[in-house]
């Protein structure tokens, strides 16, 4: 991508998720982009994506998820999740909640403060609705780094992956037709189809008060030309915690 913020994008935030599926275990595919997600002030690392990356249109895992620890594509390190995050498939017509969040399971030391590094911080409900607001009445651009098809490739002879980050920049152009869906425009795309952007991460540049600019997750691409509002994430996330902080009192 170039734009006089690259220097700003979190290139390393994202991953490349795999399938393996039950059929064909030796020749393992993509299937879309995550980025990894810390909730402050937890410790947990989330993954996460467009649910369709990891679920068929009946529902069902497509298959073994498989994402490497590093995304140097030869690192045969596969990450374990303690669990999946569903959101509901499809519950009317304008309730269609296409995201997925994965629990990043127990890893050694070195290996969870990689993940931590890389991880984006993600915004409460409340921030993520005034952030799409913002942007909206400014008219701003929005960006987002992830792995589209046409720089990513699987070597099956030697099993390794071949795959590099891409971005570009757009505008939110309002709302879609399903609730916490937003359609945007690419704007400096020219590589034809976005297909595997999905899963990736919308991103607001934010400045702090301290002068630091703070790329701030918005969004989760769904489509070619929608994002459904990080909202969608957090709320699963946050049913998660209690749930688990429940089942320990």
Same mark, same amino acid.
């Given at each position: 991508?170039?734009?006089?913020?690259?220097? &700003?994008?979190?290139?390393?935030?994202?991953?490349? =998720?795999?399938?393996?599926?039950?059929?064909?275990?030796?020749?393992?595919?993509? *299937?879309?982009?995550?980025?990894?997600?810390?909730?402050?002030?937890?410790?947990?690392?989330?993954?996460?994506?467009?649910? &369709?990356?990891?679920?068929?249109?009946?529902?069902?895992?497509?298959?073994?998820?498989?994402?490497?620890?590093?995304?140097?594509?030869?690192?045969?390190?596969?990450?374990?999740?303690?669990?999946?995050?569903?959101?509901?498939?499809? &519950?009317?017509?304008?309730?269609?909640?296409?995201?997925?969040?994965?629990?990043?399971?127990?890893?050694?030391?070195?290996?969870?403060?990689?993940?931590?590094?890389?991880?984006?911080?993600?915004?409460?409900?409340?921030?993520?609705?005034?952030?799409?607001?913002?942007?909206?009445?400014?008219?701003?651009? =929005?960006?987002?780094?992830?792995?589209?098809?046409?720089?990513?490739?699987?070597?099956?002879?030697?099993?390794?992956?071949?795959?590099?980050?891409?971005?570009?920049?757009?505008?939110?152009?309002?709302?879609?037709?399903?609730?916490?869906?937003?359609?945007?425009?690419?704007?400096?795309?020219?590589?034809?189809?976005? *297909?595997?952007?999905?899963?990736?991460?919308?991103?607001?540049?934010?400045?702090?008060?301290?002068?630091?600019?703070?790329?701030?997750?918005?969004?989760?691409?769904?489509?070619?030309?929608?994002?459904?509002?990080?909202?969608?994430?957090?709320?699963? =996330?946050?049913?998660?915690?209690?749930?688990?902080?429940?089942?320990? *009192?």
């Amino acid at each position: 991508m170039k734009s006089n913020t690259s220097e &700003h994008i979190p290139y390393d935030c994202i991953a490349a =998720i795999m399938i393996e599926s039950v059929e064909f275990p030796a020749y393992p595919f993509f *299937s879309g982009t995550g980025f990894y997600a810390l909730f402050p002030p937890r410790n947990e690392i989330y993954l996460i994506t467009a649910r &369709h990356c990891i679920y068929d249109g009946g529902g069902e895992l497509k298959g073994k998820v498989k994402v490497s620890l590093r995304m140097d594509g030869v690192c045969k390190k596969a990450l374990v999740f303690d669990a999946i995050l569903e959101t509901k498939y499809l &519950h009317d017509q304008t309730d269609f909640e296409d995201v997925a969040v994965l629990v990043v399971g127990d890893m050694a030391s070195e290996d969870k403060e990689l993940l931590r590094n890389r991880a984006l911080k993600l915004p409460h409900q409340e921030d993520a609705e005034r952030i799409i607001d913002l942007i909206q009445e400014k008219n701003g651009k =929005i960006r987002t780094v992830g792995f589209p098809g046409v720089s990513k490739k699987i070597n099956y002879e030697s099993n390794t992956a071949l795959m590099r980050p891409r971005g570009f920049y757009g505008k939110i152009e309002g709302k879609a037709g399903c609730k916490n869906w937003f359609k945007f425009k690419p704007e400096n795309w020219t590589d034809g189809e976005l *297909s595997g952007f999905s899963g990736s991460p919308m991103l607001e540049l934010l400045l702090t008060p301290d002068g630091r600019v703070l790329p701030t997750p918005i969004g989760v691409i769904v489509t070619e030309a929608n994002f459904i509002a990080i909202n969608v994430a957090t709320d699963l =996330i946050a049913e998660y915690i209690k749930s688990e902080l429940l089942a320990q *009192s």
